[in-house]
């Protein structure tokens, strides 16, 4: 029975554990001992916290022995993703630079999960500091897809969507600044949203670019997202941009599931050429099954988006540039010191912490807004993509008088092969090109899984866009799709997995 355990959905956990069918102990046990037997191969993780993993789930056993009033999440395993700082683990965000850092406090979403009695299994792998579309970027080697351990799981989130794929846990935390919840969950055959900016704190979470930055729920359905994105949303005090408003109703949303007379937004600028055959025919399948449920369809014409990956590719690197000055080598960190000096100053040990403690990626996003916020450059660079900014936002505002939800292929393509594109930077930037618009302009956006490519029988995502703090109608239309394509596929997308996602003891062998 343990084996099959980590293969519920944690809607099932949780109502087995509640009716004490199962112990949280056992439930996580199970998880651990699956990361035992595959993690080596999938490398989802960067730290598992074994011991105090099951010492909250024991807390949680004991508390329902004691008949207390629990939380309906209480006893189902989590994984988190390195970015967010957890009191008492290590908190790297993929980068050498914070190698054996171990914050002294926990993220409000991390104090909500805990609240809410859900043992935290350990912390995923990711793209340094975010930065990335393919978790190739992380100091710590790359996260591999269960679908093909050749490829790709995403990024930066691929060890929060491989975790899920691989059967590693059941929920997982993401963050999304342009869309690394997103795409990994489109090219794992899972699921990911990104809740409108604000709608989770931020407070913990080690920032990329602040303007953008967002947390979110991942797992391997619609409502398991829901019932997640339920636990960590809300207002909180300490983050300034936290919206001040209930959580929506994404719960019920996706348990309703009806789409009866909403209008469905298809947006031209988000598909067609640049986009692969496949996943093409899948997202137009997936639009034409939405009518069968009596949704009606209208195209919608976004014509500033095509300025949005100039825009972003400006706005995030500035923001980051700002947000990682602080790594310095004088209060936390990392710190090295430069060869052949003998009585560094602090400059030079600065240069030669940052010079070793970050990657690639991060210098050169450091080195490009760091020139488009020089003076004399500001205004030509940072100043227009924040107009385009507000131009995408215009966009979004009338498509939506026309439309309740817009919908797109969530990533052009499915995962490519890891080392493909790592040494074209421009060629990875083109697979944010359908999430980024929802980052600027700060609204929600979900992706679930649309079927197989034909071309290489891959993950294929499907993504739904709503209006700022209408996040409910993501859950709704995510769900009433899962709902048609579950029952056309007879099962689950990952059960059609040729690899680790289903037979998964013979990477152990």
Request: glycine share 10%.
């Amino acid at each position: 029975m343990t084996n099959d355990l980590t293969r519920w959905s944690a809607a099932r956990m949780a109502d087995s554990l509640a009716r004490r069918e199962i112990s949280a102990v056992e439930l996580t046990q199970a998880h651990l001992d699956r990361i035992a037997a595959v993690d080596g191969s999938v490398h989802s993780y960067l730290h598992v916290d074994e011991t105090g993993v099951l010492a909250q789930a024991r807390a949680v056993d004991d508390a329902r022995a004691r008949n207390e009033d629990l939380h309906v999440m209480a006893g189902v395993p989590i994984a988190v993703k390195d970015v967010v700082a957890t009191e008492g683990l290590p908190t790297t965000c993929g980068s050498r630079i914070l190698s054996g850092w171990i914050p002294p406090y926990d993220a409000t979403l991390v104090t909500k999960l805990k609240a809410a009695g859900m043992p935290i299994l350990g912390k995923t792998n990711m793209d340094e500091f975010a930065m990335g579309s393919s978790t190739e970027h992380s100091a710590y080697g790359p996260s591999r897809n269960p679908w093909d351990l050749e490829r790709i799981p995403g990024g930066s989130g691929g060890g929060s969507s491989s975790v899920l794929a691989s059967f590693q846990a059941p929920l997982a935390i993401g963050t999304d600044t342009g869309g690394s919840i997103r795409q990994p969950a489109s090219v794992t055959g899972t699921v990911g949203t990104k809740p409108t900016y604000g709608g989770v704190s931020r407070y913990g979470l080690v920032a990329l670019a602040s303007s953008l930055d967002q947390a979110g729920p991942c797992a391997r359905t619609v409502l398991d997202t829901a019932l997640l994105h339920a636990v960590i949303g809300g207002y909180d005090p300490r983050d300034s941009t936290s919206i001040h408003a209930p959580v929506p109703e994404v719960v019920r949303a996706a348990q309703s599931a009806d789409v009866s007379g909403m209008r469905i937004g298809v947006v031209k600028q988000l598909s067609g050429e640049g986009y692969q055959a496949g996943v093409q025919a899948r997202f137009n399948e997936a639009v034409a099954l939405l009518v069968d449920a009596g949704a009606t369809v209208v195209e919608v014409d976004c014509p500033n988006f095509q300025y949005a990956l100039a825009a972003y590719y400006l706005i995030l690197p500035s923001e980051a540039s700002s947000n990682l000055a602080r790594f310095d080598a004088m209060r936390y960190g990392l710190r090295a010191l430069p060869e052949g000096v003998d009585d560094p100053s602090a400059e030079q040990v600065m240069a030669a912490t940052r010079e070793v403690g970050f990657g690639a990626e991060v210098k050169r996003r450091i080195i490009l807004g760091t020139y488009a916020l020089s003076s004399g450059y500001y205004d030509a660079y940072y100043g227009q993509a924040q107009k385009v900014r507000r131009l995408i936002a215009q966009d979004f505002d009338r498509a939506f008088e026309v439309a309740d939800v817009l919908v797109s292929p969530t990533a052009p393509t499915t995962a490519f092969k890891i080392g493909e594109k790592l040494d074209d930077p421009l060629a990875m930037y083109l697979n944010d090109v359908a999430t980024i618009p929802a980052n600027l302009a700060g609204i929600p956006g979900m992706s679930l899984p649309s079927g197989l490519a034909t071309e290489d029988g891959l993950p294929t995502g499907f993504q739904i866009l709503a209006p700022a703090t209408k996040d409910e109608r993501l859950y709704a239309v995510g769900s009433a799709l899962e709902r048609e394509l579950v029952s056309r596929w007879g099962g689950h997308l990952l059960e059609k997995a040729p690899t680790l996602a289903t037979v998964g003891a013979e990477v152990a062998r």
